[in-house]
Each structure stands twice: as structure tokens, then as C-alpha cells.
């Protein structure tokens, strides 16, 4: 079944400067990559995702990136701020199957 | 708002009470899942429900019992649950089953003692 690492566990960034937290999956015919942001006490919002017919989509000052060849995805976020702070969640799936996640990313934003 | 509603948000049950965890999606969607949380572990699927039929059950205990009575609602009752249990369960709901956004709930945070 598919299997999805994610890196790092953590990160900490100054306000200001960019983040980019890295998922590899196993399952080559995975076509649907969704990034979700968890705020504490929260459940995981949907904050962008991407299929595989396209390799790059961006949304203000997040955007991911696609490489099927290599079967990673990454986020990335630019211009980082306090409220960015949280634990972030990749996750894959393919047509019929489920929604695989990544162990989570939590990043810490300082002022 | 996410359109998913979970009540309770928090629970604290022993181990051989009975309790139910309650979600309802106001999205219009077809496909209703419970989803484990805990520390340790990323993001577990336990069920899926689609068009209020069960599709998906990940080798979960029989300990934990869902039920789907229409489209809107989705129940997971609790027995005789172990302190192992103790997690945050997430209900999400998607238009359809997969390759679809899906949308969760706040959760409910069960301590088990």
C-alpha cells in the first residue's frame, strides 16, 4: 500500500524568511496531493493540493510542487509569519484508494 | 467553520462505560470518515462510509462500532475501551470518496481512564 514519509518532524524559522517541508510517496499511480495545516486544540484545515496532471500551483504566499518522477512533493511557504506557526500534514491518495498521511511537520514561526 | 460538526469535543470515559462520539456534515457530501489522531501515530483511517455504506474498515477493534444512519450523520460508538484509545478522533466528510478534498471536524478528545 502507499506509504508516505515526511521531513523534518520540525521546524523553526525566523518571521520573514521561507519554509519548505518535503513528502516522498511509494505509490506510483497516487494522482492527488493535498497539504493540510493543523492548529492546536484544531482539526487539519486544507490549505492547498495539487494533482498530478500539474507540477506547480500557488496560492498567495504557499505553493507546492510536484516531481512524479521522483515521487516527492513539497510545500513551501514564503514570507513567513507568527500565525504560519502550526503542524503541517502531506498526504496522498489514487483514484478508489484512501487518503494516506505524512507524520507531520511542526513549524515554529519567531517574531 | 469547517461544516463538520463533532460533539463532544472532549470525553473522559472509564474503561468499561459505553459512549457515543457524534459528527454531522452540513457540506452535501457523500463519503464520511473517522480518522485516529494520537500522539505517536500520523493520521489513522479507521472507516469510511460512502453513500451510507460502509467501504472501508482499517483492522480497527471491535471495541469501536460506527454507524451511519443517513448521508448527514456519523456515529462512533465506544466499549469497553483501553487507555490506549486515549486520542483525538477526527470526522471529515468528502463529496466523494476519493482523489476529493476532504473536510474535517474539529474532534473529539477521548481520555480513557
Known amino acids: 500500500g502507499e506509504n508516505v514519509e515526511q521531513h523534518p518532524s520540525t521546524l523553526s524559522v525566523q518571521e520573514g524568511d521561507s519554509a519548505v517541508i518535503k513528502c516522498t510517496y511509494s505509490d506510483s499511480a497516487s494522482n492527488y496531493f493535498p497539504w493540510y495545516k493543523q492548529e492546536l486544540g484544531k482539526g487539519p484545515q486544507l490549505i492547498i493540493d495539487?494533482?498530478?496532471?500539474?507540477g506547480e500551483k500557488k496560492d498567495q504566499r504557499i505553493a507546492v510542487t510536484l516531481n512524479k518522477t521522483a515521487k516527492h512533493f513539497s510545500l513551501h511557504i514564503t514570507e513567513t509569519q507568527p500565525e504560519d506557526s502550526a503542524v503541517y500534514f502531506c498526504?496522498?491518495?489514487?483514484?478508489?484508494?484512501?487518503?494516506?498521511f505524512g507524520k507531520g511537520t511542526k513549524l515554529s514561526v519567531k517574531p | 467553520e469547517t461544516g463538520v460538526t463533532q460533539t463532544p469535543r472532549h470525553l473522559v470515559m472509564g474503561m468499561t462505560n459505553k459512549k457515543s462520539l457524534k459528527c454531522e456534515q452540513h457540506?452535501?457530501?457523500?463519503?464520511m470518515y473517522w480518522y485516529k489522531q494520537s500522539a505517536k501515530k500520523p493520521l489513522e483511517l479507521m472507516f469510511v462510509?460512502?453513500?451510507?455504506?460502509?467501504?472501508e474498515n482499517n483492522s480497527v477493534p471491535s471495541r469501536f462500532s460506527p454507524e451511519c444512519p443517513n448521508s448527514s450523520h456519523l456515529f462512533l460508538h465506544l466499549h469497553t475501551l483501553q487507555p490506549e484509545d486515549s486520542a483525538l478522533y477526527l470526522c471529515?466528510?468528502?463529496?466523494?470518496?476519493?482523489?476529493?478534498?476532504?473536510?474535517f471536524g474539529e474532534g473529539s478528545w477521548l481520555t480513557v481512564v
Open positions: 457540506l452535501g457530501h457523500n463519503a
Open positions: 462510509y460512502s453513500l451510507e455504506e460502509r467501504v
Open positions: 471529515a466528510s468528502s463529496q466523494v470518496r476519493d482523489t476529493d478534498t476532504i473536510y
Open positions: 498526504a496522498a491518495s489514487k483514484t478508489q484508494g484512501n487518503l494516506i
Open positions: 495539487i494533482r498530478s496532471n500539474v
